[in-house]
T-cell receptor, first 116, second 113 residues
Framework: GDSVTQTEGPVTVSESESLIINCTYS????????LFWYVRYPGEGLQLLLK?????QKGSSRGFEATYNKETTSFHLQKASVQESDSAVYYC?????????????FGQGTKLSIKP | AQTIHQWPVAEIKAVGSPLSLGCTIK??????LYWYWQATGGTLQQLFY??????VESVVQLNLSASRPKDDQFILSTEKLLLSHSGFYLC????????????FGPGTRLTVL
């Protein structure tokens, strides 16, 4: 079936250190998968961080990057230098954006804490 | 600007009691609407989607139902709650069309005792 697996949290990183949150997907019933990273900051709603709809492309936002790798079925989230404000829960999601349904399959979420 | 409002913010209900959760989107006409559910410690699962008033499609069977009585309103309900219904419910909207980004509401925390 279709599924997403990401780094199990919680993850703690020191400020200014680099970060990688792993995400791998299985898209057996989706012909053209789209990939997303969503984020929930403390006290806020879920919001889109970045998305990539074409294999081989990279998305970036707020210093975060993720590359859609079809060969390894991965979409890892990376940041070179984290800040305290990056503390949040991060969700990788697989999408089948056909016209009607807008299907999104989420990973289990990774809680990230940044040590000052 | 578009806003999405969910009510109530939190609810504590007894097993076997009815439930109604609501979602309203302002500032956008004819959006696609979605209900998601996350059990404690679980993943977000899409439950229902709707592309127009009066039409709702079920994605996952959880003994819940959904309705879209108005263009900007989406209701999630059941006549009899189960313990397994506890969790976090999120409403989302998107523009119609492929690759449309989904925008999520603040959510409702439901505890069934």
């Amino acid at each position: 079936g279709d599924s997403v697996t990401q780094t199990e949290g919680p993850v703690t990183v020191s400020e200014s250190e680099s970060l990688i949150i792993n995400c791998t997907y299985s898209a057996t019933s989706i012909a053209y998968p789209n990939l997303f990273w969503y984020v929930r900051y403390p006290g806020e709603g879920l919001q889109l961080l970045l998305k990539v709809i074409t294999a081989g492309q990279k998305g970036s936002s707020r210093g975060f990057e993720a590359t859609y790798n079809k060969e390894t079925t991965s979409f890892h989230l990376q940041k070179a230098s984290v800040q305290e404000s990056d503390s949040a829960v991060y969700y990788c999601a697989l999408g089948d954006m056909n016209y009607n349904q807008g299907k999104l399959i989420f990973g289990q979420g990774t809680k990230l804490s940044i040590k000052p | 600007a578009q806003t999405i409002h969910q009510w109530p913010v939190a609810e504590i209900k007894a097993v076997g009691s009815p439930l109604s959760l609501g979602c309203t989107i302002k500032g956008k006409s004819s959006p696609n609407l979605y209900w998601y559910w996350q059990a404690t410690g679980g993943t977000l699962q899409q439950l229902f989607y709707s592309i127009t008033v009066g039409q709702v499609e079920s994605v996952v069977q959880l003994n819940l139902s959904a309705s879209r009585p108005k263009d900007d309103q989406f209701i999630l309900s059941t006549e009899k709650l189960l313990l397994s219904h506890s969790g976090f419910y999120l409403c989302a909207w998107s523009l119609q069309g492929a690759y449309a980004e989904q925008f999520f509401g603040p959510g409702t925390r439901l505890t069934v005792l």
